[in-house]
């Protein structure tokens, strides 16, 4: 039974729902940047370098011979380099948009960690920790002045 309680404590903390959001989210933007590089910025590209298309670019090593289906059909050696060129643009745009929602949600993170901030609600602990800096520094400038 304490293997049971222990799940059970894990899934209600949040934990496992926080990590499945996580998942769907990102398996979402993954196809949201396909998307955006696929449809959005390689054709243009494939303009500006007159029609190419990188997907179907490739360095032959060996070129097929003789004809598909039959027996002495030997495939075609290639290295692809044209989808890793497309894979590397959506991992630069996945990047710098990740970095875009970090900076974000660090920006709103110190805003609501900033006790002197009334905009945003500061967390219980960081306003507790704040109170009793206060009252330290407070108390240290009584001690200073009765040594004084």
Do not use: E, T, W
């Given at each position: 039974m304490g293997l049971i309680k222990e799940f059970k404590e894990f899934a209600v903390k949040g934990n496992m729902v926080d990590m499945?959001?996580?998942?769907?989210?990102?398996?979402?933007?993954?196809?949201?940047?396909?998307?955006?590089?696929?449809q959005v910025i390689l054709p243009p590209l494939s303009l500006l370098t007159d029609g190419i298309h990188f997907a179907d670019k490739k360095f032959v090593l060996r070129e097929a011979i003789g004809s598909p289906g039959t027996e002495d059909f030997i495939e075609e050696v290639a290295i692809g380099y044209g989808l890793l060129f497309e894979t590397f643009i959506d991992f630069l745009i996945v990047g710098f948009v990740?970095?875009?929602?970090?900076?974000?949600?660090?920006?709103?993170?110190?805003?609501?960690?900033?006790?002197k901030n009334n905009q945003v609600a500061t967390p219980k602990d960081i306003e507790l920790l704040s109170n009793l800096k206060d009252l330290m520094e407070e108390q240290n400038e009584l001690l200073r002045n009765k040594q004084n």
């Open positions: 499945a959001v996580g998942i769907i989210i990102g398996a979402a933007f993954n196809a949201v940047v396909n998307s955006l590089v696929k990740v970095f875009l929602v970090v900076r974000f949600m660090n920006r709103f993170r110190a805003k609501a960690q900033d006790p």
